[in-house]
């Protein structure tokens, strides 16, 4: 056989895996047995460094393990041929790591000293000369960008698609389907160890639930990357795995539910962007609450930052949110036609005009509705829901134009569309005119004036009521999913001590050719994550070192603390400057951007474009980013006037009236009641034609003349208007009398409501949550820009490790302390390897200095463990030493409590049977002797019988003698 030629070997998996099925590879004479593991664990998903390649033998039952430098082609010709010898695979143990070949002529000392090392824990598991590296940390010095981008990149290229980077998990976005989200795969994960099998998204999942299991606190999980780097769908896959690792309970539907809150906020928080066809406009942090059994005790979900603003402004090359397209192109004409609407018409909301394949369409549309009815929006609920969309988007087809005359108000000049819009919402069209074209204005104490708005103003307005709609809506459908997956339990303290896993998916950070304040707001939030990961992977770690006075050595990082404070800094922020136009009459773009130059000219994050041109430059953590000024202050403006919220009063739409209702649960009450006051009216009506009723019709309005049953719909109305908004009472109108004198003297600008101060409220709550929770983080990463399968661009990926610190990372973990105890906590974990309670840290070290081995304790250049002021350090040798040697101490104790049973269960058991044999020797004695007595008695009584026969017999034949001798004397 020529050197390169092919030739098939069959490999025994012995389990491995799960895998019992013999499996064929093609090899070449050269191939060495690391490189035929490493091919096998791709095919049967294992881990290919912690298994090892075996020679069997089974005519003589014995094994060899090969070497990860061996030939399996050189050993298969010293086989004999009278001997069945195949190869196999198996677990490898601290014996089988042969680092080199035996044959290689090399000393065997350097076998022998790096199995001591790898066995007392200072040399990590891995191979020397091995080409896959699952775990950037293990990587030896020198590390540099380029090393660990071919190590991503030759992983990427083999269907490697995660790597591991200390705790971090990195992910790089395929374009395909691959074989590794079977429920097969799923299995392999369960309970195990992250060095058991290859890194998997499924091995977070599985290690955040085994520490919410065993120190009984909230976890989340962190989804960081760019925009169309596959964050939605790691998202569905940790969800997936997550159900699949609980405890079956009464909450099986809660699986369900989650499966179709899915595709529902994906169709109303999800668009097409320039770099991603299915990109998250929204913030979605998924709880799933768990008893402290294991068991699923029910769900929450959480949104944040939805994009309100896309539904009025598109940049080029992008769609507005899915349900528009999925309602206009996938539903029937008749359809179309009860909600007023026609494909065929050019709506300003979508003005974009990229239309969807009518397929697509349906599909999604299909898969939308099934999945409402899953979380509970039936026939009823989903015809309302999309009654409200469908009022939204012919709300931006208003338009309005001049009077003619001398009259300089505005007119709407398309009233068809007004008469189907107020249709829809249930509004008097006249009422929707004169909300759009004017507004109240305060001319004294008791006055009011009614203006006519402008042409700009009249568009605003327009705009704010169909955003104000629209996060209603959005707010009312997640609202609604949460009260169908809450917590059934009614025992409180179950529901104290559940505990929690969340799943944080949010759209990424964002640069496109031109960026407006949409990408503004969004790279904000990117800042704000960054932030957060810096600060639990960095900042807080070294902090607490230097706090404690370890001897350590800082690692730099790029910390983008300033570029935050850039956007929140008080009264020189950019969020603070672009409030400030809001509240003045007069300002514009130019303005706000002359104020930007003005105020941030020397700071080294906010730059201004070489080319005069009206934009700025922002330095992000992932780059420098343009943003065009242009819209910016229309953009932020979101107030919604009160002479629409009276508008919405009005409504003769319940559905609406609960959507817009700031007290869900309280319309749910007044619903309950305007079912009553109907019943009653029907009721009423009945009386009129007494007799035997055999089918009953609730008609409201009644018929007839029922001004008593009429009075009552129009106080209902009145309630209603004052639930929905109701006036502040005595109390709170004291406070908002303070608060505003304490204004007018600080002589301080209107508060308004507008976007970024939405934005930042929400953002500080979704940090906030958190802060609360022990985070894990999974960094996904795009590996190009054409979505093409196996394409790499190194340096769109080099910016991205970048960006997201990795180096650092991978710098940090190599030196960082895994774990850190004061001495109670330290006591609790480690109180089986104690004689007594510690009183101090150095009664620690004592403790430490007798049960560990000498190798650990004088490792160079550092110790393993160091003592600061209030708490003890230790690495992750001491760490795994320790635990091992807790849970042998466990198992030993265990062993031991269970010899004790044992051997009191088997005493008893043995008193149990001596009695029952004495107790059953007792009877057989008994009626051996009963027996005996019985023969005994049998043969007396023979005896007797026959002595009495003698006797009888004697003197029957003594009378014979005696008549004889008679007779014979008298004769």
Known sequence: MTAGSHLRINIEPNGCGGCKDLQTLEITPDSTSLEILDTISNLIGIRATSFVLVE?????????????QDKPYTCMLAWPRDDKIMFGIRSADLNDIVLRSNTSGLDGNIDHKAFELVKQGLLPNMRVGEPDVDDLCV????????????????????????????????????????????????????????????????????????????????????????????????????VHHTLKLCHKSYMQGVERMLSGCGPVLEALGNASTEHNNNSSRFGKFLRIYFFETGLLSGAELQAYLLEKSRLVHQQVNERNFHIFYYMLYGMEESELVKLRLNKHTAYHYLHQNLPMQREEAVANLQRLRSAMEVVGFFNGAQSNIFRLVAAILLLGNISFKTKGGRDEGLEIENEQVLEDLSELLGLNAEDVCKCLLTRRAKAGQDERLILSLKHCEALATRDAIAKALYRHLFDWMVHSMNMALAQKTKDSRLRAKSRSIGLLDIFGFEDFEHNSFEQFCINYASEHLQNYCLQRTFKTEQ??????????????????????????????????????????????????????????????YYEQPRTKEDAFIIRHFAGRVKYRIADFHQKNHDQVRENVVQLLRTTRSSFVQEVTSKSRAAIFRWSVLRALVRSVGAFCDTQKKPGVIKSLTVQWPPSGESSRIQDVEFVHKKLIARLVHRRPTDQEQNTIARRRNASNNGKTKKKVNSI???????????????????????RCIQPNTAKVAGKIDDELMLHQLRCSGTLQTIEIQQTRFAQHYDKHAFYQRYKLLMKKKPETLADIDQVLQEILPKALLIRKPKPLYQLGRNEIFLHEPICRYLHLTTTMKRVHCIIKVQAYVRGYLERSRYTRMVKSAIKIQSFFRMVSVQREIEYFNLAASVIQDAWRKHKARQSVESRFVVNEYCCYWWC
């Not at 069997?56 to 990860?68: A, C, I, P, T």
């Not at 097969?184 to 999942?205: C, E, L, M, S, T």
């Not at 970024?756 to 983080?777: G, I, R, T, V």
Request: glycine share 4%; hydrophobic share 35%; net charge neutral.
């Open 756 to 778: 970024s101060q939405q934005y930042q409220a929400s953002l500080a709550a979704l940090m906030s949550a958190l802060e609360k929770a022990n985070p894990f983080f999974v």
């Open 139 to 238: 990587m030896q010095a020198p590390i540099s960008q380029s090393k660990v981008l071919n190590v991503l990149k030759e992983r990427f290229l083999h269907d490697k698609i995660y790597t591991y980077s200390g705790e971090i998990l990195i992910s790089v976005n395929p374009y395909k389907m691959l074989p590794i989200y079977n429920p097969k795969f799923g299995h392999r994960y369960q309970n195990r160890k992250k060095q058991d099998h290859n890194p998997h998204i499924y091995a977070v999942a599985d290690s955040a639930f085994s520490k919410m299991m065993d120190h009984d606190e909230d976890q989340c999980i962190v989804i960081t990357g760019k925009s169309g780097s596959g964050k939605t769908q790691a998202t569905h896959y940790l």
């Open 56 to 68: 069997m033998n089974l005519s003589h039952d014995r094994e060899r393990v090969l070497s990860y």
């Open 543 to 604: 902090e607490l070192y230097k706090l404690e006075g370890l001897e350590w050595k800082e690692i730099e990082y790029a910390d983008n603390s300033g570029c935050i404070a850039l956007y929140e800094q008080k009264q020189t922020g950019l969020f603070y400057l672009i409030d400030d136009k809001i509240a003045f009459p007069g300002s514009n773009d130019i303005t706000l951007l002359n104020q930007y130059n003005h105020f941030h000219a020397s700071n080294k």
